[in-house]
């Protein structure tokens, strides 16, 4: 204090009060370095660690989301896209609910990292027509996939050959207006009953004409291979036929060239 020059001494209290904010401030930010966002929270449901962050206006994935969270809710926010590995870092995480987004693109590695744990995933609500198989592979998961614009194609017909659904939520997944005109507003599981979308048919003319070609292509390649084992067993045989020939052919055109010879 006597160090303090005579003229700051007014600003003294301000001063205090300043170095008090700094000391609480830093006081207070050490213990928790992890800043939940605005609108999220952690609890504990039915002994699970949870981690609520719905109707937070989130437009991207949160950071900071606890690494021991087995059930993670993320609904009625305004995510777009699930990128690649966006929970990668969540080890123990089983439960998922990504509905009442605005969702129009989900990566094929979104839930990279989740194949031992996930077991409930809900994308229901959002803007889906269509999400890569590739997202479920190796997923032993049940997914709540309603009330999205599907196009209802041979793409989402694979991925519903890799996931189950959800209870009572499979005549939610209805086609939207990217779908062929004939299937928008109907329901995918009953079209599916009646149409294979993947095969053959109007959806799989691409795929059959592939198999078309693979066959032919087959086709011929047996018969080049055909072909080219039986040239090579005919020139064995005729390459062993002249050389027992060779010694009983040999004299005669001998013969036959000197008596020329004597005859020119
Ligand atoms: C979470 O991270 C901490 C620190 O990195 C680590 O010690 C702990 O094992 C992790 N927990 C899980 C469930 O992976
Ligand atoms: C599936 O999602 C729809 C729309 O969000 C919801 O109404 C329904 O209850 C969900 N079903 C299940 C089994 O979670």
């Not at 209870?167 to 507003?185: E, F, H, N, Q």
């Not at 095969?199 to 291979?225: H, I, N, Q």
Request: hydrophobic share 40%; net charge neutral.
């Amino acid at each position: 204090m006597p160090l303090l020059a005579p003229h700051l001494l007014p600003l003294l209290p301000f001063l205090s009060l300043l170095s008090l904010l700094l000391v609480t401030g830093t006081g207070v930010s050490p213990p928790s370095p992890k800043v939940l966002p605005r609108g999220c929270y952690i609890a504990e449901e039915a002994g699970e660690q949870t981690f609520r962050c719905s109707r937070a206006g989130l437009s991207t994935v949160p950071n900071g989301i606890p690494n021991d969270t087995r059930k993670l809710y993320l609904d009625a926010n305004q995510l777009a896209s699930v990128p690649a590995g966006a929970f990668q870092h969540l080890p123990v995480l089983e439960e998922l609910d990504l509905s009442h987004n605005a969702l129009v693109r989900v990566s094929g590695a979104a839930f990279q990292g989740l194949e031992g744990t996930l077991r409930h995933l809900d994308l229901s609500a959002n803007q889906l027509a269509s999400v890569p198989v590739a997202a479920f592979m190796g997923l032993q998961i049940q997914v709540n996939l309603s009330a999205n614009p599907w196009r209802c194609d041979c793409a989402l017909q694979e991925v519903l050959r890799h996931v189950r659904l959800a209870p009572g939520s499979g005549t939610g997944i209805v086609c939207g207006p990217g779908a062929r005109p004939d299937l928008v507003g109907q329901e995918f599981l009953l079209l599916t009953r009646e149409e294979e979308l993947c095969g053959t048919g109007r959806g799989g003319t691409r795929r059959s004409t592939d198999v078309a070609l693979l066959v032919t292509m087959g086709g011929w390649l047996t018969l080049v291979v055909a072909y080219l084992i039986h040239y090579v067993w005919q020139n064995r045989d005729e390459t062993r036929r002249p050389v027992k020939r060779v010694p009983l052919v040999q004299p005669m055109r001998s013969e036959d060239s000197s008596t020329l010879s004597t005859v020119v």
